[in-house]
């Protein structure tokens, strides 16, 4: 057993501090044991102190150095390696004579100098061990820490999933909660949160793999003092994507740091001094050197920093279609299809492929919207190429702009992933307090209603209680696999809409960019916003086609698959039938031979008994062998599966890079994205045919499996027939020619029923073959249909509000580009995703089983109240039985309304309201448009109004301004004004006559018009203020005239 020992270390005759550091791994109880292999630096010690204390260091992250076991006598001197115990591990320096010690400086003032300390790894050579690991369905999760130096420790987070048994699962949503508080970190690939955690995530772990996460820390000065414990726990959360689960698992790796410190004052301040001395004069030299170099290198600093800036602007204005993520990668074919015929059950099967295929809808979407994402950025570069190579921008223009619109690009996709990190966050923590709740509920009334019937049922017999318990039990399955679908959708719908809602946001914003960037070109904004709708129009036409034809190939793969698995099926029950005759044949032949007198009752019973355990043997050998073929199988398919597909989406991922250079040769749009049709369209076809090819290779081998273990399993009944019962009977002194007989009969027997369920599984076959063929049919008219009614629907919008642009409408050209905006907005969001539909469609189809279940219950109920009721007086057994029949009876029509299958109208009632909800979202987008259109119009008339009234107000202060002014005027002013006014009307009756004598041929017209003015002024309304100031004016003028006469 090792000891606690304290470490000083010594530097030329001056004590130091040192810091021993104690790590603790808290073994929990969802919390696997550390194997030999992974730990083998670690050394276990204690067993109980520590695990005392895990609740206290998992709320407040330390514990005081009182409350940790510091001396020999704390520890157990028996101690031995049992998972769920505390393993406490001392990491302690190899030697403290080392080069680092002896090169350390020595004129370090008396402060607590903490190091990290690697245990020897001569001394105490532990023998192995054997480790028990535990954990949720074979996943493992463990915290180890090694020192790599005296100031470092090299910590390791392993997930191992590897384990062989039946209930290893795949799980998918990994993270990793690491807490790190007091720690510096080093070399670390995670987000590292201000409260002291650290986060990884994972998307999926598939059973039989494993990964670690590792990175190199150091403990900080200001946080570790002596005798304090930081916890640091680490926690993984996951979900078992294997199965419906309403809730995820948490597996918890509590880990521990112990400091310690041993602190002796340097008496030798001398040395001290001096150092100090000798570091002030290099600082100070050091300095000066410096402040030389840059005051001699400026100029060259200046040429390197344009220099700089020119290639950061060259690597800026490259095409802004490279995306930071490079092209896109499809992982819809990283399913869980092996995991479902190798694993399920086969009355399972179907549901467990379309929870697959949720998954790999929701994984279509994202590659699509990459894809969308891709083909903007590409045909934005090739916009503002264009631009320039017909002289509308210069090329530094066009660089600027590529420049800019790259690093709001940046920008916008950091925000994005920020605010879907939040969102996953936020809608998981709900998903999972509402699942929690409500199975709680749940269960605390069935323990309610279990108990009710335990009453009534207590002096029922025995054999009636486990019936009713065994009912029970069924029921209370069903209604939690119930509830536990239902909030399975209802986390689905969330987190689709969610990331729908996201996605639309994110378009909008890509387009608002690009109109910005217009305005600050105004002589050139309305030919770029032209330009820009045009290109979008022609790759919104190309993102349609991506979108249907990704829709048609995973609805074929999705009717390929449930093909398989009915002839997976059909091949099962033909396997069950043989195997059931064969076991069936043995019980016949001895009941035959007791009908024909040949063996008595307690012989039966001895040959029925023998034959029984017989059949269970060959049954148990026939699952072994099954569960360890098949897990061969898995293995084998899945690696050659997930390299054969790796390697091809490799290869077309690398072919969707050299689109970007084909862009960058490309001159016009329709070209590049003809040429993204034709790749986009082979991708599909050769990823499906490759699915398709290992999804059979996959099915046949598992049918050769079944089949030749099915084969002999029957003719080991046959031997168990033959060998074993028939010899049985010979001993008993039975006729060997009855047993012959018998023999010859139950072989025609087999081969007629062989011969009957082949014939039966081939037409079945052929029914399926021939539907999946319709079906196939089906989804070309389908596809064919969808791409020529979402052409239309754009037709229709484009032509919609083409004739709202004809309108006269009062409204600026910045309002013009302001509705051109918010059009576009909404045209680039007419697409459909895919995962969606099908998940409201399975919301609304549980939604309708529900609300007829709940019917149909209340009914069960109501019949039971009612027969309480007239049973009061009238039956003629007890009380007590009548009520427990009747009880029990409720609960098989229970059971039978909960395994009722829908009915095909509702289906049909839900693909019509997914239809109209559709039709409501294009209406509603319509009406959007015409809202602003209608809001900008109303703006401008508001304006416009506003405009009038100030200019009314002006025009009556100005005339009420003159008439003050005249009244103030003093008489000189006035006389010199009327006098100037005089001259000027002189002047103007002079050249009134010369005008006159020239047009005397016009007077009379002339007069016409002016009769017509002054009645076309006479007539105008009181109501408006500009006339009433003009009429005024004109009457005034007689008056002023006659007084310039006057005078």
């Not at 996460?213 to 680490?234: C, D, H, I, Q, R």
């Not at 639309?504 to 910005?516: A, G, I």
Request: proline share 2%.
């Amino acid at each position: 057993m090792m000891e606690y020992s304290g470490v000083a270390g010594h530097l030329r005759g001056h004590t130091w501090a040192a810091l021993v550091l104690y790590v603790t791994v808290l073994h929990s109880t969802m919390a696997s044991s550390i194997s030999s292999k992974d730990c083998a630096n670690c050394e276990l010690l204690d067993t109980t102190p520590a695990a005392s204390l895990l609740v206290q260091i998992l709320e407040n992250g330390r514990v005081p150095r009182e409350d940790l076991p510091m001396s020999k006598k704390d520890f157990y001197p028996d101690q031995k390696l049992v998972p769920n115990r505390t393993l406490d591990v001392i990491l302690r320096s190899v030697s403290t004579d080392n080069s680092w010690t002896q090169a350390g400086p020595a004129l370090l003032p008396p402060l607590k100098i903490r190091r990290l300390y690697r245990r020897a790894a001569g001394l105490h050579h532990a023998q192995p061990r054997a480790v028990v690991s535990s954990g949720i369905g074979g996943v493992t999760f463990q915290k180890c820490a090694t020192v790599k130096d005296q100031q470092t420790a090299y910590i390791t987070l392993l997930t191992n999933n590897t384990g062989l048994s039946p209930s290893a699962m795949n799980v998918s949503n990994i993270s990793l909660l690491d807490n790190i508080t007091g720690l510096l970190i080093q070399e670390t690939s995670s987000n590292i949160g201000s409260t002291g955690m650290q986060t990884f995530q994972k998307d999926s772990l598939r059973a039989g793999d494993s990964f670690q996460v590792s990175y190199t820390a150091s403990l900080s000065t200001k946080e570790a003092t002596n005798g304090w414990l930081f916890s640091l726990p680490a926690v993984i959360t996951f979900y078992n994507s294997s199965e419906i689960s309403g809730a995820s698992y948490n597996i918890v790796a509590p880990f521990s740091v112990t400091a310690k410190e041993v602190s002796n004052v340097l008496p030798d301040h001398g040395l001290h001094g001096v150092g100090f001395v000798i570091a002030f004069v290099v600082s100070f030299l050091l300095t000066c050197a410096v402040l030389f170099l840059l005051s001699r290198t400026k100029w060259l600093k200046q040429r390197i920093s344009g220099k700089s800036h020119q290639i950061n602007s060259v690597q800026k204005s490259e095409s802004p279609a490279k995306s930071s993520d490079g092209a896109p990668e499809d992982l819809t074919g990283i399913d869980r299809l092996i995991d479902i015929i190798c694993f399920e059950e086969a009355e399972n099967m179907l549901q467990a492929l379309e929870d697959s295929e949720i998954g790999n809808l929701t994984q279509a979407d994202a590659y699509l919207e990459s894809c969308r994402l891709q083909v903007y950025k590409d045909v934005t570069g090739l916009l503002l190429r264009k631009m320039m190579e017909m002289g509308n921008l210069s090329p530094l223009e066009e660089k600027r702009m590529n420049m800019s619109l790259s690093g709001q690009w940046s920008d916008l996709e950091k925000r994005t992933q920020e605010e879907h990190q939040r969102k996953l966050v936020a809608l998981t923590a709900e998903c999972n307090l509402d699942s929690k709740r409500q199975m709680d509920t749940e269960q605390r009334r069935q323990k309610e209603a279990a108990e009710e019937a335990e009453a009534i049922l207590k002096n029922f017999g025995e054999k009636s209680i486990t019936e009713y318990r065994s009912h029970l039990d069924k029921l209370h399955g069903l209604e939690k696999s119930e509830i536990k679908r239902k909030l399975l959708y209802k986390r689905e719908e969330e987190f689709a809409k969610a990331y729908r809602h996201l996605m639309v946001t994110h378009r909008s914003e890509l387009h608002k960019m690009f109109f910005d960037q217009a305005k600050t070109k105004p002589e050139m904004q309305k030919t770029l916003t032209e330009n820009y709708l045009h290109f979008q129009y022609e790759a919104e036409d190309l993102l349609d086609f991506l979108h249907a034809t990704k829709k048609y190939h995973l609805n074929k793969r999705f009717a390929v698959r449930k093909n398989m698995l009915y002839n997976l099926q059909l091949g099962d029950s033909r396997s069950r039938c043989l195997l059931n005759s064969a076991a069936t044949q043995i019980a016949n032949l001895i009941n035959r031979t007791e009908r024909a007198g040949h063996v008595s009752d307690s012989q039966v019973q001895m040959l029925l008994e023998r034959a029984q355990a017989e059949v269970l043997k060959v049954k148990q050998k026939l699952e072994n062998s099954l569960k360890q073929e098949t897990r061969k199988m898995y293995h084998k398919l899945s690696n050659k599966r997930n390299r054969h597909i790796t390697q091809k989406l490799r290869e077309q991922k690398k072919e969707l890079s050299g689109l970007q250079e084909f862009c960058k040769s490309s001159k016009e749009v329709s070209s590049y994205l003809e040429h993204w049709k034709k790749l986009f369209a082979n991708h599909c076809r050769e990823l499906e045919e490759l699915y398709e090819k290992h999804d059979n290779d996959a099915t046949d081998e598992l049918k050769e499996i079944k089949y030749g273990l099915t084969e002999k399993a029957i003719e080991d009944l046959r031997h168990v027939q033959s060998a074993v019962i028939i010899q049985e009977m010979l001993k008993l002194n039975v006729p060997r020619p009855h047993l012959q007989q018998v023999l010859e009969e139950h072989k025609r027997e087999t081969a007629l029923l062989a011969q009957q369920l082949e014939k039966e599984e081939s037409d079945k076959a052929t029914e399926s073959r021939a539907s999946l063929e319709s079906t196939i049919r089906k989804l070309d008219d389908e596809f064919k249909v969808s791409l020529k009614e979402q052409k239309n629907l754009r037709n229709w919008e484009q032509l919609l509000f083409t004739k709202a642009l004809l309108l006269h409408l009062c409204v600026s050209e910045d309002e013009v580009q302001k509705t051109k905006l918010e059009f576009h907005c909404g045209f680039s969001q007419m697409d459909i995703t895919l995962a969606l539909p099908k998940i409201q469609g399975r919301m609304l189809l549980h939604k309708y089983q529900s609300d007829w279940r709940n019917v149909e219950l209340q009914k069960v109920d109501q019949r039971l109240q009612e027969s309480d009721r007239k049973s009061g007086a009238k039956t003629t057994k007890r009380p007590q039985d009548r009520a427990a029949e009747m009880v029990k009876k409720s609960i098989e029509d229970k059971v039978l309304i909960y395994e009722a299958q829908i009915a095909d109208d509702k289906i049909k009632q839900a693909r019509a309201e997914l239809l109209l909800q559709r039709v409501h979202q294009l209406k509603a987008r319509e009406y959007k448009l015409g809202e602003y259109i209608t809001y900008l119009q109303f703006q401008a008339v508001h304006h416009k109004a506003k405009s009038l009234e100030i200019h009314a107000a002006i025009l009556e202060l100005q005339s009420v301004l003159l008439e003050e002014k005249s009244r103030a005027c003093i008489t000189a002013e006035y006389e010199q004004l009327l006098q100037t006014l005089n001259q000027e009307i002189r002047e103007l009756e002079k050249n009134m006559d010369t005008w006159g004598k020239h047009e005397a041929s016009a007077s009379k017209g002339l007069d016409d018009d002016s009769s017509h003015v002054t009645v076309d002024i006479t007539g105008e309304g009181d109501g408006l203020p500009v006339s009433a100031t003009l009429r005024k004016a004109l009457n005034r003028r007689k008056r002023v005239l006659n007084l310039c006469r006057e005078r």
